[in-house]
């Protein structure tokens, strides 16, 4: 099993680490590396558990992505996270162009945007389509 590593918008992290009392926070085993946030692999394939959290505004922001999971679908692929407001559910959060081999033979995704979903998860400063970081997948 691979991890898969994202650091899912670089503009993100580091206004939100600019803040006074900005803060992203990772949990259950995921770790912060130069490359982005290492999700460690979960007991399926393309599924990821761990959660990055961004914090800050006095506690009015405040954005979960946990459990990332890529699910390949007839246009391409989905980047979804869980969705804590439904239990078991999922969050559509971002669409990928295509998820491809890489030279070091990993997977590497491209054109990865914001769904509508996801948008809402930040209350008006993405919009859907908004770029993301692309995420790999490890070999």
């Known amino acids: 099993m691979s991890a898969m590593v994202w650091g899912v918008k670089a ?7 600019a803040m006074p ?3 992203v926070e990772t949990a259950d085993g995921v770790e912060a590396t130069a490359a982005g946030f290492r999700f460690p692999p979960a007991d399926e394939p393309l599924a990821f558990r761990g959660s990055v959290t ?3 505004h006095g506690g009015m922001m405040r954005v979960v992505l946990a459990d990332p999971r890529l699910v390949e679908t007839a246009d391409g692929w989905d980047l979804t996270v869980r969705d804590d ?15 491809a081999p890489d030279a070091d033979g990993g997977r590497r995704a ?13 209350f008006g400063p993405y919009v859907e389509g908004t770029q993301l970081d692309d995420p790999r997948v490890e070999p």
């Open 21 to 23: 009392d900005g803060r």
């Open 54 to 56: 961004f914090t800050g």
């Open 110 to 122: 491209t054109r990865t945007r914001l769904t509508a979903d996801g948008a809402d998860l930040f």
């Open 11 to 17: 503009s993100l992290v580091q206004y939100t680490q």
């Open 85 to 99: 407001g439904v239990p078991g559910g999922r969050l559509r959060f971002a669409t990928l162009e295509a998820l």
